[in-house]
C-alpha cells in the first residue's frame, strides 16, 4: 500500500462544526456535482464516474470530532481508503489533512503518483475554502 499526504489546511471554524459537515456525503454535492458525472450520494455512501471509470465509496468508520475514514467498495477499479483527520488548534482553528492509502499498478503509480498529492491539496484546500467562505 502507498500512502500520500496533503497538507494541513486551516479552517477558521471548531471541529465540532467541521465534522458533521465532512462526514456526510451528501454535503458534498455542491462541491462535486459539476466536476464528476452521475454523483449520487447518501450520508454514508457516494458513486460518481470520473475519466470513464466508475468509482463508489463508503464511509466505513466516524470518530467525532476527529476522524472520517471512506473505503472504496465495488465496483471502484482501485482499492483504497482514505482518512479525513482534524485536529482542533483552539476554538476557531481546526487543521485538517487527508492521507490515502492506495495499491496501485506500477505503471498507474508511474502515471499519476505524482499527482496524487496535488490533487489531495486541491480537495484540502477546497474543503477550507468552503468553510472559511461561511459568514460566521
Known amino acids: ?3 500520500y499526504e496533503s497538507k494541513q ?3 477558521h471554524r471548531p471541529a465540532a462544526t467541521v465534522f458533521p459537515a465532512v462526514s456526510d456525503f451528501t454535503n458534498f454535492t455542491p462541491m462535486l ?3 464528476v458525472e452521475e454523483w449520487e450520494a447518501t450520508p454514508r455512501t457516494c458513486s460518481f464516474r470520473a475519466q470513464g471509470f466508475r468509482m463508489a465509496l ?3 468508520e466516524c470518530d467525532p470530532p476527529k476522524t472520517v475514514k471512506v473505503a472504496s467498495v465495488d ?3 482501485v482499492q ?3 482518512w479525513l483527520q482534524l485536529h482542533e488548534s483552539a476554538p ?3 487543521r485538517m489533512h487527508l492521507v490515502l492509502h492506495a495499491e496501485l499498478p506500477m505503471m498507474v503509480k508511474m ?3 505524482g499527482k496524487i498529492r496535488q490533487a489531495l491539496d486541491q480537495v484540502a484546500e477546497k474543503i477550507a475554502e468552503s468553510f472559511n467562505n461561511l459568514p460566521m
Open 1 to 3: 500500500m502507498d500512502k
Open 9 to 11: 489546511v486551516q479552517i
Open 33 to 35: 456535482r459539476d466536476h
Open 58 to 60: 463508503e464511509m466505513v
Open 75 to 77: 465496483p471502484s477499479p
Open 80 to 82: 483504497f481508503t482514505f
Open 92 to 94: 476557531d482553528d481546526t
Open 111 to 113: 502515471m499519476i503518483g
